[in-house]
């Protein structure tokens, strides 16, 4: 037990998306492999990326209320970018940014607020040169695309179904450390509500909450997730998968994409193997590929509030 584990569930939910960072969004594992070798610790992505398909995204704003691509705008279209093509050995993405920024803000402002943090959001998009990530997720081009239409903040969620929405958990958690566990589910629940009207995107967040909760009051990781989370994983299932590899559980038992109902259960399936050491799970994470940064979030999370963050991954700057 570590002494703050909602502090460590938070580092650790930066550290998974930082070392998954460069191979996000390989699906191709021998591609990874080949072009990274075995992740052992942070590296910067390099470009090309042989499996980008961010060629295949679109956005244009509406007007400036929507205009969140910026200088990053020309790279979408082209074959071979890398998500993260501008971001060192370490960084975090852009949905990792916004949780630093959401711990930040709580602590300028003395608390958390969701409107506050609204404005916060829209300022931090909005302004050019906030961050250097290519890559903007589904739900901020959703969520501009309706401010930009004119609706009022609180009504320009969309209804995505990606992990990503997990991202600003872990911080929010650390945020409100000192609240009980209703307290901390309806705040939780409210905030993700913000970008995300998928029931099983809240469902899964709320999930998350639970389960930090549980291994801050003492319950071991694997206890915890038979506790709260069997609606998403078997732990005697999991138990079964454990001799096989981890790229053909996340690859052939449950898909390494970002939709919530394969990768939920991805992620806790990987802290149930790596219950107790943190840099396994997180580096195996990554060179299981797919989705890795936002499964970050969740197994990140886990294995940092049960264990402990190890110093080699805290980047402070």
């Not at 584990?5 to 930082?18: Q, R």
Request: hydrophobic content about 40%; overall charge negative; some cysteine.
């Amino acid at each position: 037990m570590t002494p703050d584990p909602f502090h460590h569930a938070y580092l650790g939910s930066l550290a998974a998306d930082a070392v998954s960072m460069p191979v996000h969004w390989y699906y191709d594992r021998d591609a990874l492999r080949a072009e990274y070798g075995e992740i052992t610790g942070y590296l910067a992505p390099k470009n090309p990326h042989s499996g980008s398909i961010l060629w295949r995204s679109q956005y244009t704003a509406a007007n400036p209320r929507g205009e969140i691509l910026h200088d990053q705008a020309v790279y979408w279209g082209q074959p071979g970018i890398h998500y993260h093509q501008f971001l060192k050995a370490g960084e975090n993405t852009l949905n990792f940014q916004l949780a630093t920024e959401l711990v930040r803000m709580t602590e300028e402002i003395g608390g958390y607020d969701p409107d506050a943090w609204l404005a916060r959001y829209i300022d931090f998009m909005l302004t050019p040169g906030k961050h250097r990530d290519t890559y903007v997720e589904e739900y901020h081009r959703g969520f501009f695309t309706r401010y930009a239409a004119g609706k009022p903040p609180r009504k320009c969620a969309i209804h995505d179904e990606h992990i990503g929405g997990l991202a600003q958990v872990p911080a929010l958690c650390f945020v409100l450390r000192q609240a009980g566990l209703p307290e901390l589910r309806a705040a939780v629940n409210e905030h993700v509500g913000l970008t995300h009207a998928h029931p099983n995107v809240l469902r899964a967040a709320d999930t998350l909450a639970r389960l930090l909760f549980r291994i801050r009051e003492g319950f071991a990781l694997r206890e915890a997730i038979r506790r709260e989370a069997g609606d998403w994983i078997s732990g005697n299932k999991a138990d079964t998968w454990l001799s096989q590899p981890d790229t053909h559980v996340i690859g052939q038992r449950f898909s390494p994409a970002c939709y919530i109902a394969e990768s939920m259960p991805a992620s806790l399936y990987l802290a149930w193997k790596y219950h107790e050491d943190f840099d396994a799970g997180i580096t195996a994470n990554a060179m299981a590929g797919g989705d890795n940064c936002h499964r970050g979030a969740v197994l990140g999370s886990l294995l940092g509030a049960a264990n402990g963050v190890p110093t080699k991954w805290i980047i402070i700057g």
